[in-house]
């Protein structure tokens, strides 16, 4: 069974830092990011595949990255100059080569003064 285990929310200042992790078993095409606001639908954040090809939301473009880890199968959101319209549950998704997805519970990240 697919484990998705994701670390690393909390409450942060506006233009605050705050790094996620996931860490995710098994063979994979693409590990990724997306979060869902109060109200809103899920949204992209940020995807990287195993070729190492990244791709970012226009919203978190220059803000945020997804550094991985490839020896603790770990894949990392880098947040930095957050603000309010940051918070969000943030979920881990992964993308086996098979097109199924598997997704982590999410975790909860608020950007409050």
């Known amino acids: 069974q697919v484990q998705l285990v994701e670390l690393g929310g909390g409450l942060v200042q506006p233009g605050g830092s705050l790094r996620l992790s996931c860490a995710a078993s098994?063979?994979?095409?693409?590990m990724g990011w997306y979060r869902q606001a109060p109200g809103k639908q899920r949204e992209l954040v940020a995807t990287?595949?195993?070729?190492?090809?990244?791709n970012y939301a226009d919203s978190v473009k220059g803000r945020f990255t997804i550094p991985t880890d490839n020896a603790k199968n770990t894949v990392y959101l880098q947040m930095s100059s957050l603000k309010p319209e940051d918070t969000a549950v943030y979920y881990c998704?992964?993308?086996?080569?098979?097109?199924?997805?598997?997704w982590g519970k999410g975790t909860l990240v608020t950007v409050s003064s």
């Open positions: 998704r992964q993308r086996r080569y098979s097109g199924i997805d598997y």
């Open positions: 098994g063979s994979f095409f693409s």
């Open positions: 990287v595949t195993t070729y190492r090809n990244t």
